[in-house]
């Protein structure tokens, strides 16, 4: 599977953003898929997953109510609502999917689990 993130751009602390994680080839809902940021000179850290047969979901503790990971099948398309945004949200956010099998549930913040990842979209947070 191919996945392009997009959305990204240039907000105020506090404001808001959507990025798309869209899918082609089979299904996105046949696939865990997981958000990822990196800062510079940091670790890619895990921000929040949607498993694919449940569709449970799973956010990183700094995200946890400020973000909303969804998914659009008919579109074929993974979400991440990001409100109340601040500048330590400040990276490139990636998005990932499993295409080999499933995850185990205490892996899914493990980016190593994932074994296909869209190109990264910039998101800055201004103070």
């Known amino acids: 599977v191919q996945l392009q993130a997009s959305g990204g751009g240039l907000v105020q602390a506090g404001g808001s953003l959507r990025l798309s994680c869209a899918a082609s080839g089979r299904t996105i809902s046949s696939y865990d898929v997981a958000w990822f940021r990196q800062a510079p000179g940091k670790e890619r850290d895990f921000v929040a997953a949607?498993?694919?047969?449940?569709?449970?979901?799973r956010y990183a503790d700094s995200v946890k109510g400020r973000f909303t990971i969804s998914r659009d099948n008919a579109k074929n398309t993974v979400y991440l609502q990001m409100n109340s945004l601040k500048p330590e949200d400040t990276a490139i956010y990636y998005c990932?999917?499993?295409?080999?099998?499933?995850?185990?549930?205490?892996?899914?913040?493990?980016?190593?689990?994932?074994?296909?990842w869209g190109q990264g979209t910039q998101v800055t947070v201004s103070s």
């Open positions: 990932a999917a499993k295409t080999g099998g499933r995850i185990i549930t205490s892996q899914v913040i493990n980016p190593s689990r994932y074994d296909s």
């Open positions: 949607i498993r694919r047969s449940e569709s449970s979901t």
